[in-house]
């Protein structure tokens, strides 16, 4: 169920203005469904949530098809136009850049990056804001970034760390397959951080776009000798706080 | 061989990589059975080893070589091509490159990487808990410097061993402000306003009252910012049973939520160590009496 103020919405008239089988539609029909109840303030808070979990899956396939490489923590690489490498296998923002910038030229120099899968979704969270916020915005908000795993987050996303079960599953969430017999000397196959891009696809940085079976698949291929465990998809999800973006959204516009 | 120490780890630590490598090589040109026995000496420490490897395959010294460091020699090879060794007996020498290499940890990335792995093996294949302490000096060591720790510290967890805990607990007292930070994300706590030792105490005293209940999740930083690497197995709790099966129900107990749960587990728990008649008596209440009672106590 969805209500805006204290009124529950109707979901048909939410939709209209968004065309059939558009990302949109599934995201107001999944919330309508659900058991619990998503509560909004108002419709424009509403559009904003729809708005950037559709830029999520836009930025998800947008990263996919940037050729970005797969890169353990150590091997990983970037633009030092843009980035720094840090010790650790981060990439932390250059001085005198702008971080807007920074962010789509990954998106367009795919192929001078490579990093593992939880950078991949960080980068995707950026490349949505970027594109909801605008330059000017996103600039002011985010001056400092460290692309890294969920150790480093911005505070203004720090809830794309935590996983929670949802009340329902929607696209734009951040999922995960863990594998709990993985290979000893390849950790970086533990699991797989996806984003749900609807009509049960998700984006895996390293593997792609499949069905979460193809992810199980991948990974099971990749568990130790004696493995008796199989990979298997969480029941959590995370998402960044919606409600909090949208405040520094609205106070700007 | 004569002397405290070997020949090329002094001139490692002393001169550096290079050094030791140029040495090594004029050694195997003009005295290779003294070059043999330098790199087969017992004090020979992983570091020098591994520097030395494209040295030892240049000269063809592999069979020369003493068994322990023909495996390090192979298992290096494997973790390079990202595959587990199938070599027998390797657990000891496992030990040695970690023990012995963790004393140059930041060699390089290819190195480090090699530590990492002979600790994941260690505790993953061979459930190995004796290096917990080097483990988790690695990792601490890593985390002053800025280095990359999240493989050591998911391997570390993976011990599902409550010694992990211990050791970490004890980084909270650490004069390293940045270590205790990472000591406190690890055990999934905030800074206490009554100083790092009551902090420490504190903890001590839970993992003392829980550990026959505490479960390891496998919750890494993958996966979350905030993650659990261990959690409080309540209805185990609650039971004070710490080998309760999976598919034991007790729908009073299940329907409750984790407040109530945890309240009540809390409760039990005190009150077994306190009077087992006590708490015999506990148990035959109704579930509603008894969560009255536990928070009426908890107060």
């Given at each position: 169920?969805?209500?805006?103020?204290?009124?529950?919405a109707?979901?048909?008239?939410?939709m209209v203005g968004?065309?059939?089988n558009s990302?949109?539609r599934?995201?107001?029909?999944?919330?309508?469904?659900?058991?619990?109840?998503?509560?909004?303030?108002?419709r424009?808070?509403l559009e904003?949530?729809?708005?950037?979990?559709?830029?999520i899956?836009n930025?998800?396939?947008?990263l996919?098809?940037?050729?970005?490489?797969?890169a353990?923590?150590r091997e990983s690489r970037?633009?030092?136009y843009?980035?720094?490498?840090?010790?650790?296998?981060?990439f932390?923002?250059?001085?005198?850049?702008?971080?807007?910038?920074?962010v789509?030229?990954i998106?367009?120099?795919g192929?001078?990056?490579?990093t593992?899968?939880a950078?991949a979704?960080?980068?995707?969270?950026y490349?949505?804001?970027?594109?909801?916020?605008?330059?000017?915005?996103?600039?002011?908000?985010?001056s400092?970034?460290?692309l890294?795993n969920?150790?480093?987050?911005?505070r203004?996303l720090?809830e794309?760390?935590?996983?929670?079960r949802?009340?329902?599953?929607?696209?734009?969430?951040?999922?995960?397959?863990?594998?709990?017999?993985?290979?000893?000397?390849?950790?970086?196959?533990?699991?797989?951080?996806?984003?749900?891009l609807?009509?049960?696809?998700?984006y895996?940085?390293?593997?792609?776009?499949?069905?979460v079976?193809v992810?199980?698949r991948?990974?099971n291929?990749n568990?130790?000798e004696?493995?008796?465990?199989?990979?298997?998809?969480?029941?959590?999800?995370?998402?960044?706080?919606?409600?909090?973006?949208?405040g520094i959204?609205?106070?700007?516009n | 061989m004569r002397?405290?120490?070997?020949?090329?780890?002094d001139?490692?630590?002393?001169?550096?990589?290079?050094?030791?490598?140029?040495?090594?090589?004029?050694m195997?040109?003009t005295?290779?059975d003294?070059a043999?026995?330098?790199i087969?000496?017992?004090?020979?420490?992983?570091?020098?080893?591994y520097?030395?490897?494209p040295?030892i395959?240049?000269?063809d010294?592999?069979?020369?070589l003493?068994p322990?460091?023909n495996?390090a020699?192979t298992i290096?090879e494997?973790?390079?091509k990202?595959?587990?060794?199938?070599?027998?007996?390797?657990?000891?020498t496992l030990e040695w490159i970690?023990?012995s290499?963790s004393e140059?940890?930041?060699l390089?990335?290819e190195?480090?990487t090699?530590?990492d792995?002979?600790?994941?093996?260690l505790?993953?294949?061979?459930h190995?808990?004796?290096?917990?302490?080097?483990?988790?000096?690695?990792?601490?060591?890593r985390?002053?410097?800025?280095?990359?720790?999240?493989?050591?510290?998911w391997?570390f967890f993976?011990s599902?061993?409550?010694?992990?805990?211990?050791?970490?607990?004890g980084?909270l007292l650490s004069?390293?402000e940045?270590?205790?930070?990472?000591?406190?994300?690890?055990?999934?706590?905030?800074?206490?306003?009554?100083?790092?030792k009551a902090?420490y105490?504190?903890?001590?005293?839970?993992?003392?009252?829980?550990?026959p209940?505490?479960?390891?999740t496998?919750e890494?930083?993958?996966?979350s910012?905030r993650p659990?690497?261990?959690?409080?197995d309540?209805?185990?709790k609650?039971?004070?049973?710490s080998?309760?099966?999976?598919?034991?129900?007790?729908p009073?107990f299940?329907s409750?939520d984790?407040?109530a749960?945890?309240?009540?587990a809390?409760?039990?728990g005190?009150?077994?160590?306190?009077s087992?008649?006590?708490?015999?008596?506990?148990?035959?209440?109704?579930?509603?009496a008894?969560l009255e009672?536990a928070?009426?106590?908890?107060?």
């Open positions: 169920m969805i209500t805006i103020g204290r009124m529950q109707d979901t048909n008239e939410l968004y065309p059939e990302i949109e599934k995201i107001i029909s999944g919330m309508s469904a659900a058991e619990g109840t998503y509560r909004f303030g108002s424009e808070e904003f949530e729809v708005n950037l979990r559709t830029e899956v930025s998800a396939w947008a996919y098809r940037s050729n970005m490489d797969f353990v923590f970037c633009n030092p843009y980035w720094r490498k840090t010790r650790e296998g981060g932390m923002l250059n001085e005198s850049v702008s971080p807007y910038d920074a789509i030229d998106y367009t120099n192929r001078e990056y490579a593992e899968c950078t979704m960080i980068i995707v969270y490349g949505a804001l970027a594109k909801v916020y605008g330059k000017e915005l996103f600039d002011s908000v985010f400092f970034i460290h890294m969920w150790h480093y987050i911005d203004n720090k794309i760390g935590y996983m929670i949802p009340r329902a599953y929607l696209p734009g969430d951040r999922r995960y397959v863990v594998n709990p017999d993985v290979n000893p000397v390849t950790p970086e196959w533990r699991g797989e951080n996806l984003i749900d609807s009509d049960g696809k998700y895996g940085h390293g593997i792609g776009v499949y069905t079976e992810f199980i991948a990974l291929n568990r130790r004696d493995a008796d465990e199989e990979a298997y998809f969480m029941e959590t999800a995370a998402n960044p706080n919606y409600s909090h973006l949208y959204y609205r106070r700007y | 002397g405290r120490n070997n020949l090329l780890e001139i490692r630590k002393r001169y550096g990589t290079e050094e030791c490598i140029n040495t090594f090589r004029e195997c040109k005295q290779k003294r043999v026995a330098l087969n000496d017992a004090r020979l420490g992983f570091a020098t080893l520097i030395l490897i040295v395959k240049e000269f010294l592999s069979e020369h003493s322990k460091n495996r020699v290096c494997s973790i390079k990202r595959k587990e060794p199938t070599l027998a007996d390797i657990e000891g970690l023990t290499g140059d940890d930041g390089c990335d190195f480090d090699i530590i792995d002979a600790a994941s093996l505790i993953n294949k061979f190995n808990s004796k290096i917990l302490p080097t483990v988790a000096k690695i990792i601490f060591s985390n002053a410097k800025g280095g990359y720790i999240h493989d050591l510290v391997v993976r599902r061993n409550i010694e992990a805990l211990v050791i970490t607990a980084y004069k390293n940045k270590n205790v930070r990472l000591a406190r994300e690890l055990l999934n706590i905030h800074e206490d306003v009554s100083g790092k902090e105490k504190k903890m001590f005293q839970w993992i003392k009252e829980n550990y209940y505490i479960r390891f496998g890494n930083f993958l996966y910012s659990n690497p261990f959690d409080i309540v209805k185990s609650y039971l004070c049973k080998d309760i099966a999976k598919t034991d129900q007790i009073e299940d409750l984790k407040e749960q945890t309240t009540l809390d409760f039990s005190r009150l077994f160590k306190r087992r008649t006590d708490w015999e008596k506990f148990m035959k209440q109704p579930i509603e008894q009672e928070r009426r106590y908890l107060r």
